[in-house]
């Protein structure tokens, strides 16, 4: 291939266009020129905002008036003249290699990665059926003088969909982005090929021999595969860039706009496809490859770099335009336009039609509406118009007008631009597209009255403010009132529209739980508790299964997605079976010589190489023997087998590299599932907002089964616990150090620590967190005494482990062996230390008295699982009475076992302090566990409770009474047993927060245990207004009780 700027050395321009220059050319004036170009499309688009094809039709235009100036004066020629000059590789190469590449990066990798053979399929047919169709009307009615050449390569030009345009409408009126993505992978899939057609064509290599087809075959070999490689290559080195934690925002966009311009010329240099590298790279770039907050900024910066080039092309080719004769253009010119803008309407028309069955396949929301609009989506652009001008280079027979082929292009691109956009978004409107459905509406409805009362509620304190009351609250309530107009109602003028079913508000509320999660997924490695890899692939899975009608991702999805390597397992065993082990004894006995296979092996070597020894020597003796001359060959290729036991060296290597690789996969997998979970929290928060009816969320509930969750995080930590310690002592790491990272922002933006000396500090904290790279893939697990330590209520005193550590027993399980039954009296506690069991349990009574239980409709049981530092057994120890579950082992199971009676006695040589913990412990898991939303402004750590007695516990018994006092208590909930109000005698149950207008409370069961939460400015306090909850919630489950905090 040649120089991508050689120049010629006639004096001809390499841009078809103007004449000669008989003077000395000035450059600088060419840099004016770029700087006008440029200003005067920054101010077009500031007054005409809304019309992207106005001002490049505009600039065109300029362009052609500055092209025809330069056609009658020399002052102005030799201005343009370096632009006539510039071979058309030169502004190929310089433009589209950043347009292609923000094209590519805005497509969402796994939609194109999941529907990837109908993306082909549609971009092959859109491109034979648009060159077929164009071809024949070029050649039919073009009445220049274009050879059969010329025409093939400019239909193949005016066969390429703009990948920037073509979606823009389609992104305004809220076509779904799988079929934006779509259009944009297959005008992708077309320019890249376009790009390689047009590669071999430049390339003077090509010669005709008999090794022609198969030096075809390997170029384009070469160019699509080798070109792929190289991109991911590049992504990846651009990703290890970008996620550096030392770098800044400035040098993040000069490395990314620099890497993708690199990239494109070493591809081309090494005789590939620049576009389809570049296509890879911005495809294998997300969200995640950039630090928080950065991408947006360096995508604002190369949109709008892409957006001056697109002004400098279409103005530059207005130039060339204008430079050539005018005497060629006439009435036919503008009629042939119209036909070719007619040429493209109706192939596009027909690729949409043959394409519809596929696209139908791919979605079940495609319908003959979608198809409409997406017909309109045939817009030519930038990339047919810097190829443009190869269709005079790259032809054998020159023509007379080589401008006409920039002028066809560039008019039907602007035509397709305009009138093609403006009927996709008319026919979306009319047929109706663009509505907001109506479970959308009563979505977004619910937000903004969501939004309306947190805007209340900050207007209500600020009222209490000292410094502000002065203020007119009226005015401000007026003016900070939202009305949300929604654009595009569905809604009909007679407002009888039918309430949606439950199945509609399903699949919307399936669709915005889908969001949450990803959105929860992205959150969580910007915030390093997940990995970018296990970050990834939840988003893929969650896309992947997000387009499936009625479908929920569980945790089994993802699984299934992520297609666990049991491969890896097979490959250790098979190697660890093949691992020559060395025996120690010197003399061996033949019998068990043989037991090894290696030892077999090189037994069977030695008889093959003695036969073939006695073979050689008798083909000596009888060299006329064909049949014993044959055998001998045969022995000889045997010989290869002698080098088979050096494999004895290379096994103990790839057994530690199967281990690392099983450690990895184990790690992630963790991470995956640890992820999963979390966002599944995140969108259970959420997920009412979404929609005001209960049945909906009831529905969505079941699918949030956290038992299954916490059994998959149980097998994956029974099977390499090591990993799983390692990977968490890593998380907590990086938790503590985000945090320190945090407080010291806010102390530098306080100005409570200087700047350079926070930039310092910072880079320390960075240092660490770096290192946490090499942080050794596994750890070995605590001694079964250190777990002592991780029991919450004994505080990591010395006194109470050791009082413990004397007396605790290793209990061991097999899978299948009951720990302890429904309706047994507790033997003890059980502290699990390895291992995983299922917890079965009938609704909990909280110690309530059945005359004053409300009759269940339900015997549903429960289940959970308990894993590694669970507690089983402390409510029914402290009570001593039944247990009401029963707990059965799924795995091997080693726990630390205190009896009753020790535990006891523990009670009674530290009373009452320890009894009290534990009641402390419990009261608060269950106060979490069913006021979270209440208390999510509430530090209740166990450790600060107890130092500050912040919240405490209050025992009443049967008749007891307890005063209430609204100033100091801010919450009073009662975890175990009931009460009733002493003024009204209205019952109160656990688990229940009392109201505030309850003064005096007395115990109706034998024991009731209230949780007291002091308030920290009971002056505030005292107006504050709190929902509370009330009542048995028996549809909560709440089987996790005896877990550890």
Request: with cysteine; proline share 3%.
């Amino acid at each position: 291939m040649k120089s991508f700027w050689a120049q010629k050395d006639d004096k001809k321009p390499d841009l078809l266009c103007g004449r000669p220059a008989d003077y000395l050319v000035q450059k600088e004036y060419f840099t004016v020129l770029v700087c006008f170009i440029v200003v005067w499309g920054g101010l077009l688009r500031t007054y005409i905002k809304n019309s992207e094809v106005l001002v490049l039709t505009i600039l065109s235009l300029s362009g052609f008036m500055i092209g025809r100036l330069a056609y009658d004066f020399i002052e102005v020629h030799q201005t343009v003249y370096p632009l006539l000059r510039t071979p058309s590789f030169s502004l190929y190469s310089f433009f589209l290699p950043l347009i292609i590449f923000m094209a590519a990066l805005d497509v969402d990798y796994y939609v194109l990665k999941n529907m990837f053979w109908q993306v082909l399929s549609t971009g092959l047919i859109s491109f034979s059926i648009a060159f077929m169709i164009i071809a024949y009307v070029v050649l039919k009615f073009n009445k220049s003088s274009w050879d059969f050449q010329s025409c093939l390569l400019f239909s193949i030009i005016l066969s390429i969909t703009d990948p920037i345009h073509s979606v823009t409408s389609m992104k305004s009126i809220g076509i779904s982005k799988m079929y934006i993505d779509i259009i944009k992978g297959e005008s992708l899939i077309i320019c890249g090929f376009t790009s390689i057609f047009f590669g071999i064509f430049r390339s003077n290599s090509m010669h005709i021999s008999r090794f022609m087809e198969l030096y075809v075959v390997i170029g384009l070999s070469l160019d699509i595969f080798g070109s792929i490689i190289c991109g991911y290559w590049c992504a990846k080195i651009i990703q290890f860039i970008l996620t550096d934690l030392f770098s800044n925002t400035v040098t993040d966009i000069i490395l990314c706009f620099s890497m993708v311009y690199m990239t494109f010329y070493i591809v081309e240099f090494l005789g590939m496809s620049g576009i389809v590298a570049l296509v890879t790279v911005g495809l294998n770039l997300d969200s995640l490859t950039f630090k928080p907050r950065i991408k947006f900024i360096i995508t604002k910066f190369l949109v709008m770099f892409s957006s001056v080039y697109q002004h400098l092309i279409y103005t530059f080719f207005g130039i060339v335009i204008g430079c050539g004769e005018t005497k060629y253009y006439n009435f036919h010119t503008i009629v042939f336009t119209f036909i070719l803008f007619a040429t493209v309407t109706l192939a596009r028309l027909l690729t949409i039609f043959l394409v519809s069955p596929i696209l139908m396949c791919s979605s079940y929301e495609y319908n003959w509406r979608c198809g409409v609009v997406i017909a309109w989506s045939g817009i030519r652009g930038v990339v047919s118009l810097l190829l443009a001008p190869d269709i005079h280079n790259l032809a054998e027979e020159k023509v007379d007008t080589p401008q006409m082929f920039i002028f066809y292009v560039q008019a039907v691109s602007l035509l397709t631009m305009g009138i093609n956009s403006y009927l996709m978004i008319r026919s979306a409107k009319t047929l109706g597209l663009c509505a907001i459905s109506l479970p959308r509406q009563m979505a977004i409805e619910s937000v903004s009255q969501h939004i309306q009362e947190m805007i209340q509620n900050t207007i209500t304190l600020s009222k209490t403010e000292k410094m502000l009351t002065n203020v007119n609250w009226t005015f401000v309530e007026e003016k900070t009132n939202i009305e949300y107009i929604i654009p595009f109602s569905c809604t009909s003028s007679n407002k009888k529209e039918e309430s949606p079913t439950d199945e509609v508000l399903i699949e919307e509320a399936r669709l915005h739980v889908a969001v949450i999660q990803m959105s929860s997924f992205e959150k969580q490695c910007n915030d390093g508790i997940l990995e970018a890899e296990a970050a990834r692939i939840l988003i893929g899975a969650t896309k992947s299964y997000c387009h499936i009608r009625g479908k929920f991702m569980s945790i089994y999805d993802v699984s299934t997605y992520v297609r666990a390597r049991n491969w890896l397992m097979k490959f250790k065993n098979l190697l660890t079976f093949l691992d020559y082990h060395k025996e120690k004894i010197p003399f061996i006995l033949p019998g068990r010589y043989f037991q090894q296979p290696w030892n077999i092996l090189e037994f069977l070597i030695m008889v093959v190489g003695i036969v073939d020894v006695f073979c050689i020597y008798f083909v000596r003796l009888r060299p006329e023997n064909l049949g014993l001359i044959e055998f001998t060959v045969i022995l000889g290729y045997l010989r290869i087998i002698r080098f088979v036991p050096m494999l004895k060296l290379i096994i103990p290597v790839l057994v530690d590299i199967a281990d690392v690789q099983i450690k990895k996969r184990l790690s992630l997998m963790y991470s995956i599932t640890k992820g999963y979970v979390k966002s599944q929290e995140d969108a259970k928060l959420l997920v009412k907002q979404i929609s005001g009816r209960e049945s909906i969320y009831q529905v969505r509930n079941k699918h949030w089964s956290f038992g299954e969750k916490t059994q998959h995080l149980g097998l994956i930590e029974h099977e390499g616990r090591d990993v799983v310690i390692a990977l968490k002592t890593k998380q907590a790491i990086r938790n503590v150090i985000s945090k320190s990272l945090k407080n010291l922002n806010f102390l530098c933006s306080r100005g409570i620590i200087d700047k350079y000396e926070g930039i310092e500090m910072n880079k320390v904290l960075l240092t660490k967190i770096k290192a946490l790279n090499n942080f050794p893939m596994a750890i070995p697990p605590p001694t079964p005494d250190k777990y002592l330590h991780s029991i919450i209520w004994l505080e990591n005193k010395d006194v109470l482990i050791e009082f413990f550590k004397e007396r605790a027993k290793l209990a061991y399980f097999d899978y299948g062996d009951v720990i302890c039954k429904e309706g047994e009296m507790p033997q003890g506690i059980y502290l699990i230390i390895s291992g995983m069991a299922i917890l079965h349990s009938s609704p909990p009574t909280f110690g309530i008295e059945s005359s004053l239980m409300p009759a269940r409709e339900s015997k549903t049981m429960f289940t959970e699982y308990c894993t590694s530092g669970d507690i089983i057994g402390e409510l029914s120890c402290l009570l001593k009475r039944e247990i009401e579950y029963t707990v059965i082992c799924e795995t091997i199971l080693q726990a630390c076992f205190i009896s009753l009676e020790d535990l006891y006695e523990g009670f009674d040589v530290f009373w009452p302090s320890l009894e009290y913990k534990i009641w402390l412990k419990l009261a608060l898991k269950t106060a979490y566990q069913y006021f979270e939303s209440s208390l999510i402004d509430e530090d209740l750590k166990f450790q600060k409770c107890v130092l500050s007695n912040h919240a405490y516990v209050e025992t009443l018994s049967s008749y007891n009474e307890m005063t209430i006092n609204n100033m100091t208590m801010k919450f009073v909930i009662i975890v175990y047993g009931s009460v009733i109000d002493t003024k009204t005698e209205e019952p109160y149950l656990a688990p229940c927060i009392i109201p505030k207008t309850c003064e005096q409370v007395q115990g109706t069961s034998d024991l009731s245990k209230l949780l007291i939460i002091l308030a920290s400015e009971p002056s505030k306090n005292n107006n504050a207004t709190n929902v509370m909850g009330k009542g048995l919630l028996f549809n909560k489950n709440i089987i996790g009780r005896e877990k550890m905090m």
